[in-house]
């Protein structure tokens, strides 16, 4: 049984469909002062129930929460929980004295609630070793993306930066193309400057991919780079499309296609992680 929240709708039923299980969709809505609600509809759930529901933005940490006591109440003693774009991931250390240890009290807190966990691309998979209390595994979304892109006519995939090689290389594989990186320095939270680059572009059609797109300056930096060096297309993917302020529209104004993931649902979200998740279940 694949119970759904109020986020990543799609990629629960989609779940669900290919797991060939029943779909049920909580009813969740706000109160006026803006608390939450949830109630699962039904007289019991299975004993074995998967859960899917984002912590991003946080009131769908709340709604979490109140999903898992909700299901808890109905009989499921076995919850598995996708956390398809898990919120804080990226506050992984303390950057700076004072700061708080945002992935790890995240992680602490819901391993209380779970008996397994499931997550995808994480933005470093290693802040799992915080959720100790029961198993979870980080799953990939590059098998999803690569095979979305098999007949786009790519040459080349890159990674915006190295942290993002691997799975560069691991679209390139699926495709059966090259792929590299170029080399990124942040400046601040919107600008990032893409270091002039050696790569092999001209006449190339060319797929960036990157585990977040929030405010598209990286993308933007490197599909200029790419322009520079010739490159005929440029293609941007992405496993969770924040698209922060207006992204896909600055996006689009450079890139030939703009692609997500279903992790976060948007005009762009094409491409549906389900198989991946379902495999791991
Ligand atoms: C950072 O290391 C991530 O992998 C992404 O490159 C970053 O979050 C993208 O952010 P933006 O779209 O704001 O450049």
């Not at 299975?46 to 529901?53: A, S």
């Not at 992935?103 to 959720?131: C, G, S, Y």
């Not at 300056?217 to 780079?225: D, F, L, N, Q």
Request: proline share 3%; with cysteine; net charge negative.
């Amino acid at each position: 049984m694949i119970l759904g929240g109020s986020t990543s709708k799609s990629l629960a039923q989609d779940l669900a469909r290919v797991l060939g299980v029943e779909y049920v969709q909580a009813l969740t809505k706000r109160f006026p002062d803006g608390e939450a609600y949830v109630r699962i509809e039904r007289e019991a759930l299975d004993k074995e129930v998967v859960l899917v529901q984002n912590t991003y933005p946080d009131a769908n940490l709340v709604e979490l929460l109140l999903l898992l006591d909700a299901a808890r109440g109905l009989g499921a003693d076995k919850i598995t929980c996708v956390i398809p774009y898990f919120g804080y991931a990226r506050q992984d250390r303390r950057f700076n004295p004072g700061e708080a240890l945002s992935a790890k009290v995240m992680l602490r807190h819901l391993e209380m609630e779970m008996d397994r966990l499931l997550t995808i691309d994480l933005h470093k998979p290693d802040v799992l070793e915080w959720f100790a209390r029961a198993p979870a595994s980080d799953l990939k979304a590059a098998p999803a993306i690569g095979e979305f892109f098999s007949n786009h006519g790519i040459d080349l995939v890159l990674g915006p930066d190295k942290g993002a090689t691997k799975r560069a290389e691991e679209v390139a594989a699926v495709i059966g193309c090259e792929s590299d990186h170029l080399e990124k320095a942040r400046l601040s939270g919107t600008e990032v400057r893409i270091a002039p680059s050696q790569i092999e572009a001209k006449g190339k059609t060319v797929l960036i991919v990157d585990d977040i797109i929030s405010t598209g300056g990286t993308i933007v930096a490197a599909t200029s780079e790419l322009k520079r060096l010739g490159a005929s297309k440029v293609f941007a993917a992405c496993t969770h499309g924040l698209f922060t302020g207006g992204a896909v529209d600055r996006l689009k104004d450079v890139c030939d296609l703009v692609v997500s993931t279903n992790t976060l649902e948007s005009d762009v979200s094409r491409v549906s992680v389900a198989k991946v998740v379902a495999k791991e279940i």
